[in-house]
Structure formats: structure tokens, C-alpha cells
């Protein structure tokens, strides 16, 4: 686990971006783990913003959404789809039929979250996994108790997170009380993990999954078996860092030939 700590979101969201860009130039066809969420935004706009200066070309890439809102109907704002569409994918030239996202409205939700890990076999696997962090340490959506080797499934939300999203809705009492979300063992088969966390809210969430222990209790402690996670943390999420210092210093002397 590579921890980076940079001034704030702008740094953030062009780091991020360079891995990206790398892997696409690299990769075109590469396969794009999207989070939703106020994290992942500088990145999308970053990308979206070399796209719109011309040579960043996502034409034959394809993107997979880490969850999706139980019940809400085809079209919802809210809806993770919509989100990603929004934010990101009509921002750039990612074919329609190439972006995917778990079936929250299926009759059959167990086959649909097989169907969900099948899709995501067929095109090779997660290049590159775009992450977030709630303040109780979740990833996707995988809430303080999820199995470390889960696969994508229902869970269902705790209260805190409903409130922490209820901001994207009128209120609380429209925030859905269950999603299907990649599990941990599928955020973990990707090959290159990118997780953002900013904001002084973040910083126990932070210190919990980087230095605390590999717990169920924390679900983004699992990352610190992941073989090439990289997380991005302004000065804020990494103040309750005991190694921060150290941190710094790594990422000060690395070589560069090694990239994010």
C-alpha cells in the first residue's frame, strides 16, 4: 500500500488522472473500476477535461460502477448509472453499451449479481479500481461486517451511511435502505487499486484502514493485502497518520521509474 499525501483535491483528482491516461495510452481497451460519491469528482473532471483538449481517447475502454441503489427506478438521478453517466462518462467518449452497472431493479437480485461478477470475467477483469471511503471505513458498499472475500451481493445500509448520502437526496427518508455492491474479494481482484479520501472527516477512517488492523470491522483494511493499492489523502484525511512523516518522505524519494 502506497500512501500519498498531497495539498488538496486538484492534486488529487491531475494524480489520479496521470495513472489513468498512463493506463489508457497504454491499454486502450482497459477496463475502469468508477466509484460515485464527492471523492472521485476531481478525477472525473480531470479526465474529462484532458479529453475535451484532444489525444485522451476512451473510445474502446470500458467501465464498470461499484454499486447501485436498491429500488429506485430506471432514471433516478440518483441512481448510480445516472451519477456516472453525469459526472463522467458523456463527459468523454466512452461507448454507451461499454458502461455497466449492477441491476438494483431486478426481479432475481441473486442471479443478477452473479450476471454482474460473469461481466466483469468476460472483458478480462478491473484494470485500474477507482475507490472512495465512507467515514466508518466501507468501500463500495460493503459496511463495517462485510465477509473479506464477499462478491458482489445485497447489503444492506447502516444508518450512518444513509445519512452521510442523504445530501444527494430531498431527505433521509428518500435515501433506499438496500444496494448491490461489488464485494471486497471482487474490489480486490483488481490489479491497480486507487483510493481518494479528502477532508478532515475522513482522518479516522484513513488512519483505521492504513494502520489499524486487517479487520472486517474496517472494510478498506483489506487493502493492505492488496498487492498495488495506491491511496491519495489530502493533509486533512492524513492528520491522525502516526507515519505521515514517512510517507511523505517515500513519496519525495521515489524513483520514477515506478509511477503511481
Known amino acids: 500500500m502506497e500512501v500519498v499525501i498531497l495539498p488538496g483535491t486538484k492534486q488529487i483528482g491531475a494524480l489520479a488522472a496521470d495513472a489513468i491516461e498512463a493506463l489508457v495510452r497504454r491499454k486502450p481497451n482497459a477496463v475502469l473500476g468508477l466509484a460515485t460519491g464527492s471523492s472521485p469528482l476531481p478525477i472525473y473532471d480531470e479526465l474529462a477535461s484532458r479529453y475535451d483538449a484532444g489525444g485522451l481517447d476512451f473510445s474502446q475502454a470500458h467501465g464498470f460502477a461499484l454499486d447501485e441503489y436498491v429500488g429506485l427506478e430506471a432514471g433516478h438521478p440518483e441512481s448510480y448509472r445516472e451519477v456516472i453517466r453525469r459526472e463522467f462518462t458523456n463527459r468523454v467518449n466512452i461507448k454507451p453499451e461499454n458502461v455497466h452497472g449492477p441491476d ?11 450476471a454482474y461478477e460473469d461481466a466483469i470475467k468476460a472483458v478480462g477483469g478491473v484494470d485500474l479500481q477507482i475507490l472512495g471511503v465512507g467515514t466508518d471505513g466501507h468501500i463500495g458498499f460493503n459496511e463495517p ?48 487499486v486507487v483510493l481518494v479520501a479528502t477532508g478532515a472527516q475522513k482522518a479516522q477512517a484513513v488512519r483505521d484502514f492504513v494502520e489499524g488492523p486487517v479487520a472486517a470491522i474496517c472494510a478498506a483494511s483489506i487493502l493492505q493485502m492488496h498487492p498495488h493499492a495506491t491511496i491519495l489523502v489530502d493533509e486533512a484525511a492524513a492528520s491522525s497518520l502516526k507515519l505521515a512523516d514517512y510517507y511523505r518522505h517515500t513519496y519525495d524519494n521515489k524513483p520514477e521509474w515506478q509511477g503511481l
Open 145 to 192: 461486517g462485510s465477509s473479506l472475500a464477499s462478491r458482489t451481493r445485497i447489503k444492506t445500509l447502516i444508518e450512518q451511511t444513509r445519512k452521510d448520502n442523504a445530501r444527494f437526496f430531498d431527505s433521509i427518508d428518500d435515501v433506499p435502505h438496500h444496494v448491490v455492491t461489488q464485494g471486497l474479494g471482487t474490489i480486490m481482484d483488481a490489479r491497480h
Open 104 to 114: 438494483g431493479a431486478a426481479a432475481d437480485l441473486e442471479a443478477a449479481c452473479q
